[in-house]
């Protein structure tokens, strides 16, 4: 039995990324792997209702109804709107970046970001994901998360991103062993 439209569909919304929000119809061809026409054709019904549009240039980008379905179905949204008083309240008070993120697998995935002018570099988006070693947000998810969790990241590869995070655990507390602070 072939992949379904609805699979197709999906190929297609998850090939747009921050860095690339919109796409020729070929490049989404490419990068899903679907034949052109068939590309093609899927394009044009997601821009009918809404979860595509076109831009001038007659590249394609996520719609507006997208957009709307997701935040208006989001399990985030309450959570986001109780945390953000205290979001707010700590940026008041540290001046710098400050983030809510939630454990999705072995990710992070920010939900709200609240920047500061002149703070450090930080790389994070809204709705975006990392694994867990590469932040400091996934190293505190990590740290309280469960031990079959910790457990699995730490005796996995850790793909290295930047030259001083750490590629291996050696940087890092091992499962079971106690930092010696407070909990």
Do not use: C
Not at 3 to 18: D, K, M, W, Y
Not at 109 to 121: D, M, Q, T, V, Y
């Amino acid at each position: 039995m072939g992949e379904s439209v609805l699979s197709r569909a999906v190929r297609i919304l998850e090939v747009f990324t921050p860095e690339e929000p919109a796409l020729t119809v070929s490049e989404i061809s490419r990068r899903t792997g679907l034949h052109p026409a068939t590309a093609s054709r899927l394009v044009a019904e997601l821009v009918t209702h809404g979860f595509l549009a076109r831009d001038a240039d007659r590249r394609v980008r996520a719609g507006m109804r997208l957009w709307e379905l997701g935040t208006r179905a989001s399990p985030t949204l309450s959570l986001r709107d109780t945390a953000m008083p205290f979001l707010e309240g700590v940026h008041d008070v540290v001046g710098h970046h400050v983030q809510l993120a939630v454990l999705e697998g072995e990710e992070v995935l920010f939900l709200e970001r609240l920047s500061a002018p002149g703070a450090i570099i930080n790389y994070t988006r809204i709705a975006g994901r990392l694994p867990l070693h590469v932040s400091s947000s996934g190293l505190v998810l990590l740290a309280n998360g469960p031990a079959a969790l910790q457990e699995r990241i730490l005796t996995g590869t850790m793909k290295a991103y930047t030259p001083p995070e750490p590629g291996s655990t050696g940087g890092l507390p091992q499962p079971g062993a106690s930092s010696g602070g407070p909990r």
